[in-house]
């Protein structure tokens, strides 16, 4: 192994940067050959590659975004356009990949290394939604959901100013955790997730008795991809049954961006060493993981294919403490 790339792709994660940065480095101080590639796939077909030195990473560990970039890449999904990824690789004497990204990421990689598996890949997992198995927290994650907190802890001091119940959604199109734990954190009265079937006629009924009961405000925290709709839908629907006066709010993109928190650092960072490890073992076709604080590799169709359950316990919870 003489040269390493690292690309970031797919939906920006706070922490990305310090995992490219971990990368780099631990390249550099490897005696190996250190290279950025922009935007993700895309760079890889455009051979848009950064010759990459210590100084290429300094001061960016606590800065959100990523500075290689990102994007959507069509052409990856095609033959020919992964036969353009790999000779621009070849030619630029690359032998080793770091691929930063979640879900779609990873599929990618795996489709390509069955193509060419003599370019060594291994992931780092870079999504807010701590969707991917084998980890127990993906690097944004951390950053994600006390960004939902505080925005959240906000919204309920203007909620109990004007008696109101907010419907506030997070990101979370296949994964509750983001709602669950900025949910369970900020002491919302309900918490829809996609994990389970939402049921209208009992929100209803429990927020109507919490109204009864002399709460002056309510928050329920929705993911966007809660099988009964987005906070906007659900709204709509219980707000001629509910005698709270409602409002909505998006938390959107706001909790994709901000400067990483300090576990968020030091987890992407060990990751990113890792990754560079494993590479340099020989592994390939692997994602990066921790679990209970160790770091652990997942076949890249393991990680994509299975699923964490919701632990049930955290569910039990919001009803006691609602």
Known sequence: MKKIAVFTSGGDAPGMNACIRAVVRATLNQGMQAVGIRRGYQGMIDADFWEMDGRSVSNIIHRGGTILGSARCKAFHTPEGRQQAYNNLIANGIDGVVAIGGDGTFTGARIFLEEYPDIAMVGCPGTIDNDLFGTDYTIGYDTAINTAMHAIDSI??????????????????????????????TGAEEILIPETVTDLDTLIARLNSNFENKKNSSIVVVAEGDDAGGAFKIAELVKNHCRYEIKVSILGHLQRGGSPTCMERVRASRMGVAAVKALKEGQSNIMIGMVKGEIEYTPFEKAIKSHTPINPMLLEMVELLA
Do not use: Q
Request: glycine share 10%.
């Open 156 to 185: 309920k001091d203007t909620a109990s100013a004007h008696d109101r119940l907010f419907f506030i959604e997070v990101m979370g199109r296949d994964a509750g955790y983001i709602a669950l734990y900025s949910g369970i954190a």
